[in-house]
Each structure stands twice: as structure tokens, then as C-alpha cells.
């Protein structure tokens, strides 16, 4: 596709919906920094933790998960460490590379971080849409990232 073969509307539209995506995690972040001491960040962390083998996850199938980098991935996992959230193990496999486990700890953080989230999510307009639009909505949302 050529340049000229854009549609008038479609940069203002995406920065449009990156500006929306920004303002709403920065909005999810407020609220669990507040609340609970985490950022959105370390609560996708914990999240994708909590989903992944018991024995430990890699940091860049971390990163893969959460879509940050392995580096701002670690960043991220030192304060949950520090709190008791996290513990990091080498791999009995390869030296290298650690696995990021959640604790108990963390498994308590998380659910009440689940809870105060889903309170702040009710507010939102996607949470009133009908099942046909939400169905369409999450399509067009697969579309951007498939792309």
C-alpha cells in the first residue's frame, strides 16, 4: 500500500486509540499504586506468573507475556523481590537464565489487586457493551495486533 492510498483518517485514529490505551493504563496504575503499592506493570508481572509453570518462568518468556523487555522485566521484578512478591532460581537446565516464581505472598497481592481492579474496570464503557459489539470490538482489537 502506498502512502497516498492511506485513508485521511487513519493516523489521527490510531494515535487516537494509542492516547486512549496510555491514558487507561496510566489511569490502572494510579489506582494500584495507591491502593496496593504496584504498579500495572508488576501487576501484569504477577499475573502471567501466577498462569505460568509452577516451576518457574524465564524472564523473556515474561517479557513475551506482558510485552516489555527482558531488561524492563527485571527492572520490574527487583521491588517484587524485595517485598517478598517474587523469588528468582537458576534453571537447573542452563546456569544462564533465572525463572521468576510467585510466592504465596504474591498470590495474596495479586488477588487483592485483582479485586480493587475489577472495581476500577466496571466504570469503563467497554464493560456496558452488548455481546455483539464487545464480539466486534475484541475482533478490531485482533486485527491491530495481528498486524
Do not use: W
Amino acid at each position: 500500500m502506498k502512502t497516498s492510498d492511506l485513508a485521511p483518517h487513519t493516523e489521527q485514529t490510531v494515535l487516537q486509540f494509542l492516547d486512549t490505551a496510555s491514558a487507561l493504563e496510566r489511569r490502572l496504575d494510579r489506582i494500584l499504586s495507591s491502593t496496593k503499592g504496584v504498579s500495572f506493570s508488576e501487576y501484569r508481572l504477577l499475573m502471567a506468573l501466577s498462569e505460568a509453570n509452577p516451576t518457574g518462568c524465564p524472564r523473556i518468556d515474561l517479557a513475551n507475556r506482558v510485552g516489555l523487555t527482558a531488561s524492563a522485566v527485571t527492572r520490574a521484578l527487583k521491588p517484587l523481590e524485595k517485598i517478598g512478591c517474587v523469588t528468582t532460581e537458576r534453571s537447573e537446565r542452563d546456569a544462564r537464565q533465572s525463572l521468576a516464581v510467585i510466592t504465596p505472598a504474591g498470590r495474596d497481592l495479586l488477588a487483592d489487586a485483582q479485586a480493587i481492579l475489577r472495581d476500577a474496570l466496571r466504570d469503563l464503557p467497554v464493560n456496558s457493551l452488548s455481546s455483539p459489539k464487545l464480539t466486534e470490538f475484541q475482533h478490531r482489537l485482533t486485527e491491530f495486533g495481528n498486524r
